[in-house]
């Protein structure tokens, strides 16, 4: 098995680190880091990897000086950095940034023709089009790290397109599973920060427990694998075993199972065909209970809102989640309730004119505007 040198965006994140896990078991060269900040924790990947470059989208050049000084070596600067780190040939990019702030580095590392190990679902929510036109044009290549989107892309691997009757994603149902709209009111960021199966980033946690996270997922299957929003169903799998199906035409099912561990989608975008020995501890199926329940439309409706914004097209679904990351971070700022944050977007949504996309800037400048009137929102309600 051969893999090409990584370059890792967002190595300090929860995907980041257990990207780097899966490196070292693999044995894989790292070839860069890049993160937001200059942080302590960046500080310590690059002293555990001497040979990658460090690169920091952000920071004072105070701050900068300071990392670069504590590792012994230069620290590159900018979105211009990531992007060149993105567009360097022959690399595999696993994009773990976080946001819309990741879709540029997709396009270009698609552009350069790598392959990209997409964790960024983001990318493909705002950007699909622009996305799935870099894929169709430069021969690179999109595995996605979503476990969701991972089982879904082994389980259609070799079927005819003309097969398949229906994609089903599981979701765990988050914290909040079963309890009923009128007791969401007074959720605080701590409870809404706990979820029941996996340990992730705040704003996936959070989007979890809105059901926003399978919202947008349903719009990243969509751009995946081509396939439309009437064939894309939502299905509750508390035990989080079953990580997505599909149902072909011929009534057969297939099913991707395992731990929840996030290492192994990870590995499988890198390594994919091949396989790599597990990350984890061996699965065994006696006394794995699995459970299946229609998922709470009515108290969750981010569900409803994402196959809105998805079949309405354009600019929709980049508005959707710019509106969705200011008001989750307005949620954990405590400005907004939780309930707020499924208003925000939807009166968001409302607002902003809907656009064609063609291009990152036309999705961008949607994503901005969406921000503004996001951010304005939650300032009238506080
Ligand atoms: N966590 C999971 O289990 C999981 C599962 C499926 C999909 N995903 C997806 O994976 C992505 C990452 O999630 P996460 O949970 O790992 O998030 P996270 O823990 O919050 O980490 C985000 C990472 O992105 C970096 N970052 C943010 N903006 C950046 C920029 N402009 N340039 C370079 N780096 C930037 C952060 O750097 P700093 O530390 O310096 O801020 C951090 O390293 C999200 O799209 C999420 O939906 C995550």
């Known amino acids: 098995m051969t893999v090409a040198p990584l370059v890792l965006l967002g190595a300090t994140g929860s995907i980041g680190t257990q990207t780097l896990e899966v490196a070292d078991n693999l044995d894989l060269d790292v070839a860069i880091l890049a993160a937001r900040r200059p942080s302590g924790e960046l500080a310590g990947l690059a002293r555990r990897y001497p040979d990658a470059e460090v690169i920091v989208a952000g920071g004072s050049s ?3 000086d300071e990392l670069a000084g504590s590792i012994g070596r230069k620290v590159g600067h900018g979105s211009d950095a990531v992007l060149a780190a993105a567009g360097a ?22 552009e350069a023709g790598n392959r990209v190990a997409l964790a960024n679902k983001e990318s493909l929510v705002a950007g699909g089009a622009v996305v799935v036109s870099a894929l169709a044009t430069h021969g690179g290549e ?35 599973r079963g309890r009923a709209r009128e007791t969401l009111h007074e959720v605080t960021p701590e409870e809404a920060l706990r979820h029941p199966i996996w340990d992730m980033g705040p704003r996936i946690t959070i989007d979890s427990a809105t059901m926003f996270n399978k919202g947008l997922e349903i719009i990243e299957a969509h751009h995946l694998f081509g396939t439309n929003y009437e064939l894309i169903d939502v299905v509750i799998h508390p035990q989080s075993i079953l990580h997505s199906a599909v149902e072909f035409v011929d009534g ?3 099913g991707h199972l395992g731990f929840p561990d996030m290492r192994i989608p ?5 390594t994919a065909p091949a396989r790599g020995p597990a990350p984890g501890s061996q699965f065994r199926l006696p006394g794995v209970e699995l459970t299946f329940e229609e998922p709470d439309r009515d108290t969750f409706g981010a569900i409803d809102i994402a196959y809105a914004a998805g079949r309405a097209g354009g600019s929709a679904p980049a508005v959707m989640n710019a509106a969705d990351e200011i008001a ?9 309730g939780f309930l707020g944050i499924t208003d925000v977007v939807r009166r968001t949504l409302d607002e902003v004119e809907w656009r064609e ?19 304005g929102l939650i300032a009238g309600v506080c």
Do not use: M
């Not at 040939?89 to 698609?110: K, P, Q």
């Not at 397109?161 to 229906?166: E, G, I, L, M, Y």
């Not at 989750?328 to 907004?336: A, D, M, T, Y």
């Not at 996309?357 to 951010?375: F, G, P, Q």
């Open 62 to 64: 105070g701050e900068r």
């Open 357 to 375: 996309i063609e291009t990152v800037d036309d999705v961008l400048a949607a994503d901005s505007e969406a921000r503004s009137v996001a951010a």
């Open 252 to 254: 057969s099912w297939k």
């Open 142 to 176: 999109l595995i996605p790290v979503d476990s969701e989107h991972s089982a879904l892309y082994q389980c259609l691997a070799g079927e005819p397109a003309d097969s398949v009757s229906r994609l089903v994603l599981t979701a765990s149902g988050g914290p909040f």
């Open 266 to 270: 990870i590995q499988y975008a890198l």
């Open 328 to 336: 989750v971070e307005g949620f954990l700022q405590g400005r907004l």
């Open 89 to 110: 040939r022959d690399r595999l990019v696993v994009n773990a940034i976080v946001g819309a702030a990741g879709l540029r580095a997709t396009v270009t590392a698609l």
